[in-house]
């Protein structure tokens, strides 16, 4: 596999957020803001405890030097703090592929432009269907998600229709 897919640094610029490169100093931060239980809710892995956080962050980092996966965290420019994390994951070079999502985004910037905004920058970067009972959560149960696709002859359609809808949305500013 070709570590160098994405290069790092990749820092993806947006009016109300940027998406920076997971960094070890990032961690107090964005562990800070992991603890709420309700962000874990809906997800295969609750992160609210500092020590499976710990793991995980430990795991992204180790994932992105193999080249498997590329983390940020979200800089909310107006406010100057981290709010969340996304990702691009399951990198897969040699087959022009990867996974957008494992995004978490603290409550108060839930209902805002922040995740659209998020996935518009994913989504300008680079360039699929139901995934069904395709993970074990930690409680037991099997998750479906959903994966959306775009062509490359597709995108410059996708990214108007993206860019009209963004600039309607609220506006993030708390």
């Known amino acids: 596999m070709n570590k160098n897919w994405i290069i790092h640094p990749t820092i993806l610029t947006g009016q109300t957020v940027d998406l920076l490169p997971l960094?070890?100093?990032?961690?107090?931060?964005?562990?800070?803001?992991?603890?709420?239980?309700?962000?874990?809710?809906?997800?295969?892995k609750d992160c609210s405890d500092k020590e499976i956080f710990e793991n995980v962050y430990?795991?992204?980092l180790i994932e992105r030097e193999k080249g498997n996966?590329?983390?940020?965290?979200?800089?909310?420019?107006?406010?100057k703090k981290i709010i969340g994390s996304t990702r691009f994951f399951e990198i897969f070079p040699e087959h022009r592929k990867l996974e957008i999502g494992w995004?978490?985004?603290?409550?108060?910037?839930?209902?805002?432009?922040?995740?659209f905004e998020c996935k518009f920058?994913?989504?300008?970067?680079?360039?699929?269907?139901?995934?069904?009972?395709?993970?074990?959560?930690?409680n037991g149960t099997t998750r479906n998600a959903a994966y959306f696709s775009i062509?490359?002859?597709?995108?410059?359609?996708?990214?108007?229709?993206?860019?009209?809808q963004l600039y309607k949305q609220p506006k993030a500013s708390r």
């Open 23 to 44: 960094q070890k100093e990032h961690f107090e931060e964005l562990c800070l803001a992991a603890t709420d239980k309700e962000l874990w809710k809906h997800t295969p």
């Open 103 to 115: 995004t978490w985004i603290v409550k108060e910037y839930w209902g805002t432009n922040v995740n």
């Open 151 to 164: 062509l490359d002859d597709e995108w410059e359609d996708a990214k108007t229709k993206l860019i009209t």
């Open 121 to 138: 920058l994913l989504l300008s970067f680079c360039f699929e269907g139901i995934l069904r009972k395709d993970k074990i959560q930690d």
């Open 69 to 79: 996966e590329y983390p940020f965290v979200i800089y909310h420019k107006p406010t």
């Open 58 to 60: 430990s795991a992204s």
